[in-house]
C-alpha cells in the first residue's frame, strides 16, 4: 500500500478524493452547467469561497481530474478542462442524484435533471459522456439530437415555468 493513503480500499481510496462536498460540487458544476472558469465556479449557488474553490481546483488538477490550461479568449484567464477520469463520473452523479431524488426532500426543479438521467440510464449516461468529452477532450462525438445538458437544462427550465405559472394562479 502507498504510504499517501490510509488504506488500500477502493471506497476509501475515493473518499480520500471525494471526502469533501465542494470537490464533488465543483465537478457537478463543470460537468452539468458547463462551467470551465474560475469566476462561473465562484457563483455556485452553495456559496464557496474563493480560497475554498482555488484550493478545491488546485486539488483536482493534481489529482488528475481536470487539466488547467490558458484561456485563448482571455490573457488573465485560465480555462479548466475535464479529463478522463472525471467524465466517467456522470453515472456516479446520475446515481447519487436518484437517491437524493428519492431519500432526501430534494425540490422538484433541481430534481427533473436526476430523473432524466435515472430513466435514460446508461444509454443516456454514455451519450453524455461522448458530448463530454468533445467538449473537453476535443474528442468527435455523434451528432444530430440535442445536447444532454441542452434536454437537462430545458426540463429544468419548463419546471421552474410550471411552478412560476402556478404560483401566479395562487
Not at 462536498?21 to 462561473?40: Q, Y
Not at 481530474?65 to 452523479?93: C, G, N, R, W
Request: charged share 25%; with cysteine; hydrophobic share 45%.
Amino acid at each position: 500500500m502507498d504510504a499517501t493513503h490510509r488504506s488500500g480500499c477502493p471506497i476509501n481510496l475515493s473518499l480520500e478524493v471525494f471526502g469533501d462536498k465542494w470537490s464533488l460540487l465543483i465537478l457537478r458544476d463543470m460537468i452539468f452547467g458547463g462551467k470551465r472558469h474560475f469566476r462561473e465556479l465562484l457563483r455556485s449557488e452553495e456559496g464557496i469561497s474563493s480560497n475554498i474553490l482555488a484550493d478545491r481546483m488546485k486539488s483536482l488538477v493534481e489529482l488528475g481530474l481536470l487539466t488547467k490550461a490558458d484561456d485563448p479568449t482571455h490573457k488573465q484567464k485560465a480555462i479548466y478542462s475535464l479529463t478522463e477520469m472525471a467524465i466517467s463520473l456522470v453515472p456516479v452523479f446520475a446515481q447519487l442524484g436518484a437517491w437524493g431524488r428519492r431519500w432526501l426532500p430534494a425540490t422538484p426543479e433541481l430534481s427533473i435533471r436526476a430523473q432524466l438521467l435515472e430513466e435514460g440510464g446508461q444509454p443516456l449516461w454514455d451519450r453524455f459522456m461522448a458530448e463530454l468529452r468533445q467538449e473537453h477532450l476535443g474528442i468527435a462525438a455523434g451528432a444530430g439530437e440535442p445536447s444532454v445538458r441542452a434536454t437537462l437544462q430545458a426540463a429544468y427550465e419548463a419546471v421552474v415555468a410550471r411552478q412560476a405559472a402556478a404560483r401566479s394562479l395562487d
